[in-house]
Nanobody, 125 residues
Framework: QVQLVESGGGLVQAGGSLRLSCAAS????????MGWFRQPSGKEREFVAA????????NYADSVKGRFTISRDNAKMTLYLQMNSLKPEDTAVYYC??????????????????WGQGTQVTVSS
């Protein structure tokens, strides 16, 4: 079955950077679009970024546009999220997600079927 394992979270000061990774296994990674979501404490899980199967198309939430970059290495079966100029409001548990079927970019939570365990990102002011 599909497994997703995130890493790279931690504590960083405002203005700093972090790079999250998501290692995938269980099926052909390069056949599927992927996404990142986040869930601040006490709030709903929200879309952050998505990338097409080949990496040529991306989509970002307005709140992270220009600061975060989603990318993938299909040979390594790994998804990345480079986060720059971090703000305290970026504090959340970050999840990578994969859809059940092949297709284009997806931005809605209910369009994803597989989820990682999450990695905590805390940005101090």
């Amino acid at each position: 079955q599909v497994q997703l394992v995130e890493s790279g979270g931690g504590l960083v000061q405002a203005g700093g950077s972090l790079r999250l990774s998501c290692a995938a296994s269980g099926r052909t990674f390069s056949d599927y679009a992927m996404g990142w979501f986040r869930q601040p404490s006490g709030k709903e899980r929200e879309f952050v970024a998505a990338i097409s199967w080949g990496g040529g198309s991306t989509n970002y939430a307005d709140s992270v546009k220009g600061r975060f970059t989603i990318s993938r290495d299909n040979a390594k079966m790994t998804l990345y999220l480079q986060m720059n100029s971090l703000k305290p409001e970026d504090t959340a548990v970050y999840y990578c997600a994969a859809p059940l079927r092949r297709g284009g970019l997806r931005t809605k939570r209910n369009e994803y079927h597989y989820w990682g365990q999450g990695t905590q990102v805390t940005v101090s002011s």
